[in-house]
């Protein structure tokens, strides 16, 4: 979000980003989610701004196996998610 200008919620809501934001965009089970995640968005934020991570381009919870995935590199697994950087 950082880097591209956006605000968490912005990056959250764009197309294809996460699978359980889909048409009902304001339930409030879609708003709780997203509630939980902005600690861990600032969080990885903050750690990217200072270098500590690569600039991962890719994460999925770990429940799901995109087939994207096996096109990447993964760089971190930590809590339900994997992160991936471009090969």
């Known amino acids: 979000a950082k880097r591209s200008g956006l605000t968490p919620c912005q990056v959250i ?22 509630n939980e995640l902005i600690p861990d968005i600032y969080r990885y934020a903050d750690l990217w701004a200072n270098n500590k991570i690569p600039d991962v381009t ?11 995935a096996k096109r990447l590199i993964k760089v971190h697994d930590t809590g339900h998610h994997k992160y991936y950087i471009m090969k």
């Open 13 to 34: 809501y764009q197309p294809a980003q996460f699978s359980w934001v889909g048409k009902k965009r304001e339930s409030a089970k879609a708003t709780e989610r997203i």
């Open 58 to 68: 890719h994460f999925h919870n770990k429940k799901v196996k995109p087939v994207w």
